[in-house]
């Protein structure tokens, strides 16, 4: 898998790259993420690539043409799957949305930044648009490493136990089930008999059950 993420900012996007699952994955060569600074791409000496909104009102907006000369350049290079654009009124960011992005080959990202992109960008060149929640950044950024870190770790390969990823919360809709880990006894509070048995089928029943009943209490419109 390709990333290719165009943005304002690439040194506020370069460190979740830098350690732990994503760092592993890049070295691995399971992924390649590539950063495009949008101000390389605009014209005039000030490396301007935004301006005032047109029909007044605060807030600076993102330039067409930069935007337009970056993703025309990479779009003459390969083929792409989807140019995702970050912002809070795409559709929320699910974990069957990121088992299908998984599966892409090469994928854009664009970053937002101030109020947003000019209209015309969303409408000419951005194929899905992606928002983490309901809530507003300064920029798309962060929000587009947390898109790379929820899709890139569902890649073969990537974790060092590929069944991990499988029996993450909202996996089959549901809440992953209570987990523990030594001591079995601390303070008094004991680890359930269940899961030292060695009866795997029986732990796999009551893992089951409880991310049943975990599911019901937090979060039952998952099970609507």
Known sequence: MRIDIITVLPELLKSPFEASILKRALQKGLVEVHFHNLREYTSGNYKQADDYQFGG??????MIEPIDKCITGLKQQ?????????????????????NELSLKNNIIILCGHYKG???RVRELMVTREISIGDYVLSGGELGAAVLCDALIRLIPGVLNNETSALTDTFQDNLLAPPVYTRPSNYKGMEVPKILLSGNI??????????AWV???????????
């Open 57 to 62: 009102g605060a807030g600076m907006v993102l």
């Open 201 to 210: 089928p029986k732990i796999e029943e009551w893992r089951e059950e409880q």
């Open 117 to 119: 992109v000019d209209q």
């Open 214 to 224: 975990k599911t019901k209490q937090r979060r039952p419109d998952l099970l609507e």
């Open 78 to 98: 390969r083929t792409y799957d989807e140019v995702i654009y970050m912002t809070p009124d795409g559709d929320t960011l699910k974990q069957g949305m990121a």
